[in-house]
């Protein structure tokens, strides 16, 4: 029966005209069938391609919606702004797993899978993949030797107070009297929200697991956002509809 006879994997075709081997072009069948056998596998995330899905949400969030082809680089080309919402989220862990599917993996979707459907994504806006730069320290912090301290270093810790002068870094007031946030440390907090969101895989987070996700995810030796320098960010984020804030102390990712 047709069934049980072997499938031609490449077509047949004639060497060229100089005698240079013939390309190898997959038939039909053979594609319908591998596609097939694809279908039936069912790998899952493993913990590395979840926190990069994570990330390159996060990157393409703030891609997107800034408009910039490259985010450290304000004189980029600017494109119109495109709402990246939960459903971006769940296209790239769609992307990913097909991607696995089609690389033959039974059990696990790979970090390389998730690049790969970042890629395509990217691709679909006309957008090259460009490295953004991890998070810095903000403007004014001094470990002593230009980065972060190494462990076992002397350097202030997450939960050890601080001085006035420490504690309000970023923060300042201004002509009317209310509260600003440096560029440096909103575009830290707009990072680590979108981050929070992302993980959190909810439209709406409370306002003090925010916060205290937000100073969760500072690198070592960066000061931890007070809750006037992170209220002062949150206006500037709503006053860029990025998020909305409600009554009942609930942040809404917009």
Do not use: W
Request: proline share 6%.
């Amino acid at each position: 029966r047709r069934s049980q006879e072997a499938t031609e994997v490449f077509q047949k075709s004639m060497p060229g005209p100089d005698g240079e081997p013939a390309p190898e072009v997959l038939t039909i069948d053979f594609l319908r069938k591998y596609l097939r056998y694809c279908r039936r596998l069912a790998p899952v995330m493993s913990e590395a391609a979840q926190a990069m899905v994570a990330e390159k949400y996060v990157d393409m969030r703030m891609r997107f919606q800034s408009g910039y082809a490259e985010l450290n680089n304000p004189e980029s080309t600017k494109k119109p702004r495109l709402a990246v919402t939960t459903r971006t989220l769940e296209a790239i862990i769609r992307l990913s797993t097909a991607h696995a599917k089609l690389r033959l993996r039974k059990d696990e979707v790979l970090e390389e899978d998730v690049e790969a459907a970042y890629k395509l994504m990217l691709a679909a806006r006309e957008e090259e993949d460009t490295d953004v730069a991890p998070l810095q320290p903000a403007d004014g912090v001094d470990d002593g030797e230009g980065g972060a301290p190494p462990p076992g270093d002397d350097a202030p810790r997450r939960g050890q107070k601080r001085s006035r002068e420490e504690s309000d870094i970023g923060a300042a007031e201004v002509a009317d009297g209310s509260i600003d946030i440096s560029p440096a440390r909103l575009a830290t907090l707009t990072t680590l929200v979108a981050r929070a969101f992302a993980r959190s895989l909810e439209q709406e987070i409370h306002r003090g697991d925010l916060l205290e996700n937000v100073n969760a995810g500072l690198v070592q030796g960066e000061p931890e956002f007070t809750d006037t320098e992170f209220s002062a960010g949150m206006d500037n984020l709503e006053a860029q509809n990025k998020i909305m804030l409600t009554d009942s102390g609930m942040v809404v990712s917009c």
